[in-house]
């Protein structure tokens, strides 16, 4: 076994054990950590690939710095109770067709892989060679030549976020801002609650009958909001 | 003995033989890249968690920059590198303002899902 092939194996499997501890996990504190799993994962493979400062900036950046706000939050909020998986992924119909979507994104790369030979082709986008030095030197002379414009707009970018992040977390002196169906959607997801444990024990036939219709509540809800806005 | 080191030496060619077929191509980063993005895209149609819908949307913008990274190996080119720069700005870009939606939403109502977003239009 070589040594490539067994960076491959770990790696991906690290990736995928990730990705679907993110999706598949009740508690968001697990979610997040399985998603360092696949972040992990994605630099190992980085490495492998010799684009060694995308490797190191993916850890920083994105293992320490994104998770760490991602984890933050949850706590901040006091949201890490686990959800009850039976209510909260939407039920059977819309699970089916993201199964079906999730399967044919794979499917369309797999059926492409296969009609190519595997060899990528394209017109050089004239901003080097990676055989023509290290990777760092080649992507700060492109980003500083070629993409100076895009990276300033990018600082810009970055601006911009922080400015709208303060102006919407601040705290909004003045009059108590209600919400008029809150009462309404506790009731209900009290209700969701009771069904979902009453349906465990019954057949599927009866569980579509008292299947839960989320268009009506939000529609609604979203009416009476305006009207007492008015 | 000797049919003893035959045997090891045909083993051998064998192992040679399945080391050369199982050789690393740019074509699994792909298919892994692929399959880490349909995760992904599944874990966002199917949770209504704001905070883990946005966990999967990380997990496609992964799997894109890996992709990324394979077509600049395969075309020899550091333009596909020079993008997955970008897209690491503009995810923490994305983070930072989504993250904060979700904060001034859920400060008020922690028991909240994406379906109940539908309040903060107007």
Known sequence: MSVELLVFVVAAAACLAGAIGVVASSNPVNAA???????FGIAVLFVAQE????????VIVYAGAVVVLFLFVIMFLGVDQAEDLRIEPLGG????????LGAG??????????DTSGEATGVPSGVGALSDGTDLDLLSNAIFTRYVFAFELTSALLVIAVLGAVVMVRRVRGPEIVDPGQ??????LRERRADAEQSAEEPASARAVRRFHPDDTTEADADEAEEVRA | MLSAATAHSSGAATNVMLMSALEVTP????VLGSLLFGIGAVGLLVRRNPLVMFMCVELMLNAVTLTFVTFSRMLNDVGGQAIVVFVLVVAAAEVVVGLGIIVAFLRKRPEATADDMAVLEG
């Open chain 1, 33 to 39: 950590l399985s998603l360092v799993g696949t972040l």
């Open chain 1, 51 to 58: 684009a060694n400062f995308l490797a190191a900036v993916q």
């Open chain 1, 93 to 100: 119909g819309q699970r089916i067709v993201a199964g079906v």
């Open chain 1, 105 to 114: 994104v794979v499917g369309l790369v797999l059926a492409s892989l296969a």
């Open chain 1, 183 to 188: 009462d309404e959607r506790e009731e209900e």
């Open chain 2, 27 to 30: 074509a699994w980063y792909l």
